[in-house]
């Protein structure tokens, strides 16, 4: 909210309270006062106090936090410890919300982009919105999704903030306390491996500069504001998929997901039964680590024996054992394209059922 709108507030009121009445934010400064020379100044408060559920009294001023909860975005204080001083500092801090959320809604263009993407306002609202805030509806953008893995002191959100300060282009928003998006304004016709690049920087930053592990979600890219809560939406299935077929990888494109989005919308149920008609019963967990590994390499080098034998580092004949002795317990050889495609299918689906057991 804008420090102009709460310095003219507040002027408002000099004249019907006869005390000091100002707003520190969150930066510990004071961003209006009735005392037009304290503005500016360092205030005696600390962050933790933003956090504070009622009013307190400090130094000879009665302090009420407002805004967004938990964690509070302004201190409203009025000088005085008396009960005159708490019913005034009472009375402003809800006045000052309630106009705080009005303005929000009306003018803060990150608000109105999260209720986009969130699904938040009617499709024949977005463009009346949009028009109403100034807001470019016809550019090329693009939501990354960053799931904060691992958590230290350090706030990821003001991180990805300042890695993005041009807030006309880019919006960072909290989702939840484990996801904050970036709805990224790119040029038309950006090459996918760039915005990867982008991403790859994100988590290299948190990582390597704040000892903060996260993955990142890429949705593709959009024309339209109002297809950005489907960029969002694929982010989301971007890390949720990502997290049970590929769980090493910390980027992770939509349009690469290939048939692993497929399986994962399939029912539990409907993956179990093909795993019973395909396989003989118990013949996938009869499958040990090493003939696992091998069959991964062997579908890594395209059903080359020859290849997959190199690089195991075994004789030909010895990875041709390995194959025949697969055929037997699955009856699948995977040297047949038909039966490759239905084993690696397979071996997914049972990753998918393994992330999300049938239930009974």
Do not use: W
């Not at 408002?12 to 969150?26: F, L, S």
């Not at 990805?160 to 990224?184: G, H, R, T, W, Y």
């Not at 998929?241 to 494109?253: M, Y």
């Not at 038909?338 to 009974?360: E, R």
């Amino acid at each position: 909210m804008s420090n102009r709108m709460f310095q003219g507030i507040i002027h408002q009121t000099k004249e019907a309270i006869d005390r000091t009445v100002g707003i520190v934010d969150e930066s510990l400064t004071v961003i209006a006062c009735s005392d037009l020379g304290r503005v500016g100044e360092n205030s005696v408060l600390n962050g933790d106090q933003f956090a504070e559920v009622s009013a307190f009294v400090l130094n000879g001023y009665t302090y009420v936090p407002f805004g967004s909860r938990p964690h509070h975005e302004y201190v409203l204080f009025v000088e005085g410890t008396d009960e005159n001083a708490a019913r005034y500092a009472a009375l402003l801090s809800v006045s000052l919300t309630n106009i705080k959320q009005f303005y929000d809604e009306k003018f803060d263009r990150s608000n109105f982009v999260k209720n986009v993407i969130l699904d938040n306002i009617l499709p024949g609202d977005i463009y009346l919105k949009a028009r109403e805030l100034r807001f470019n509806n016809d550019v090329c953008r693009v939501v990354l999704l960053i799931r904060i893995l691992s958590r230290t002191e350090v706030s990821a959100f003001d991180v990805v903030q300042n890695l993005f300060p041009d807030k006309a282009k880019d919006f960072v928003i909290n989702i939840n306390e484990s996801d904050i998006a970036l709805v990224k304004e790119i040029r038309s016709g950006t090459d996918p491996k760039d915005l990867e690049k982008l991403a790859c920087s994100i988590v290299d930053t948190l990582g390597s500069e704040f000892y903060t592990q996260a993955t990142v979600g890429i949705g593709t890219a959009v024309e339209n504001i109002k297809e950005l809560a489907s960029s969002f939406k694929e982010a989301q299935v971007a890390l949720e998929v990502g997290k049970v077929f590929d769980n090493e990888r910390t980027i992770i494109r939509y349009d690469h997901l290939g048939v692993a989005r497929l399986i994962y919308q399939l029912p539990t149920t409907l993956c179990e039964m093909f795993l019973r008609e395909v396989f003989k019963r118990g013949s996938i967990e009869s499958l040990d680590q090493e003939t696992l590994f091998t069959i991964q390499k062997f579908f890594e080098n395209n059903l080359n024996v020859s290849e997959t034998s190199r690089k195991l580092f075994v004789h030909r004949n010895t990875l041709v054992y390995r194959l025949e002795k697969i055929k037997r317990l699955t009856g699948l050889d995977l040297r047949e394209f038909d039966d490759a495609i239905v084993f690696k299918f397979a071996l997914m689906v049972k990753k998918y059922l393994s992330a999300n057991p049938v239930k009974y």
